[in-house]
Nanobody, 116 residues
């Protein structure tokens, strides 16, 4: 069974930083792509960043320069470092991976709230 558990969300003032973590189980973590997405109320879930098994990263344009994705294979954990946070970054942030057959698996999400 594949399971992803996000943590690290919370309340932060505009301009602040948070680091989100995603601990994976049920997969060979070192061989899996990991992705970070977010979803604000009334909005579609959107891609934030991805990281390959080899550590190559890809970001949606709006997040380049502010957000950084990384992974620690020894800890089966992916991270999303978020800097210079804005109120519009308020959302539930999810990590994801691909399971057997290309099935997308999502974590439960962690709430990030950025105050003015």
């Amino acid at each position: 069974q594949v399971q992803l558990v996000e943590s690290g969300g919370g309340l932060v003032q505009a301009g602040g930083s948070l680091r989100l973590s995603c601990v994976a189980s049920g997969i060979i973590f070192s061989e899996n792509y990991m992705g970070w997405y977010r979803q604000a109320p009334g909005k579609k879930r959107e891609l934030v960043a991805t990281i390959t098994s080899g550590g190559s990263t890809n970001y949606a344009d709006s997040f380049k320069g502010r957000f950084t994705v990384s992974r620690d294979n020894a800890k089966n954990t992916a991270y999303l470092q978020m800097n210079s946070l804005k109120p519009e970054d308020t959302a539930v942030y999810y990590c994801s991976t691909l399971a057997t057959g290309g099935r997308v698996v999502w974590g439960q999400g962690t709430q990030v709230t950025v105050s003015s």
